[in-house]
């Protein structure tokens, strides 16, 4: 039998924490193994309980959601656990950089319940949660601030190959896996080792900072459908 995907709520709300964990417990392949309130929380419940996925709120006191989702991803003994963000708002002004700090997705916090239980299982096997209009909307509001200070020049993309390029814009307008193997008509293990190399190459720890990438240098355009 598999074992269940351990989850670490960060939020400083009891309330709330009280109520993703009884519906995340609910799932049969899903186990909530800490909560926390703070950053530093949630950095120290991830790390003692081996968390899979973290689900972190990004307004806490003390250390936020934003710095210590950085911690965990810059930590290379938590390699392996993947961070949801969770927000008021879908289109929430720090996001952004959370999605650059590695974070794999961002939810509204007024998703359906179902809609969150497929987020922890759709980050967890290594998949971007990332809505293309959310996610246009978003990276619009930043290229448009002339003091966004992202390094949005093409010369970044000079150590990809050609293919890699096409699959980064792939990528980056939202497709999947099996959608890119199919647009290109190769296998999807072939796409996959593509995104791998391409991730190596341009620094990215998740599939996300891929389709940030995709919009900062102008392979994906923000205000296209």
């Known amino acids: 039998m598999t074992a269940p995907i351990r989850v670490v709520i960060a939020d400083d709300q009891p309330l709330l924490c009280a109520s993703f964990a009884t519906l995340i417990d609910s799932a049969p392949d899903l186990h909530v193994v800490g909560r926390a309130g703070t950053g530093h929380e949630a ?3 991830t ?3 081996g968390a899979d996925v973290v689900l972190m709120d990004i307004r806490m006191p003390g250390l936020d959601g934003l710095a210590a989702t950085r911690r965990i991803t810059a930590d290379a003994d938590l390699a392996a656990v993947k961070v949801l963000i969770l927000t008021t708002f879908e289109i929430d002004e ?3 950089e959370a999605l650059r700090s590695g974070a794999s997705g961002f939810l509204g916090k007024s998703a359906e319940p179902g809609d969150l239980i497929d987020a922890i299982r759709i980050v967890h096997r290594g998949d ?3 809505s293309p209009a959310a996610t246009r909307s978003l990276i619009s509001r930043y290229l448009a601030r002339p ?3 992202l390094d949005t020049s093409p010369g970044r993309l000079e150590v990809l190959t050609e293919r890699e390029r096409e699959i980064l814009t792939l990528v980056g307008a939202g497709l999947g896996n099996d959608d890119i193997a199919r647009h290109l008509t190769v296998s999807p293990h072939t796409v996959k080792t593509h995104v791998n190399r391409t991730m190596t190459k341009l620094g990215a720890h998740e ?3 891929l389709v940030v990438i995709a919009y900062e240098t102008g392979l994906v355009r ?3 459908p």
């Open 43 to 45: 950095i120290e419940r």
């Open 47 to 49: 790390r003692a309980t």
């Open 94 to 96: 720090y996001v952004f």
């Open 128 to 130: 971007a949660l990332l």
């Open 147 to 149: 003091d966004h200070g």
């Open 207 to 209: 599939r996300a900072q």
């Open 222 to 224: 923000p205000g296209r």
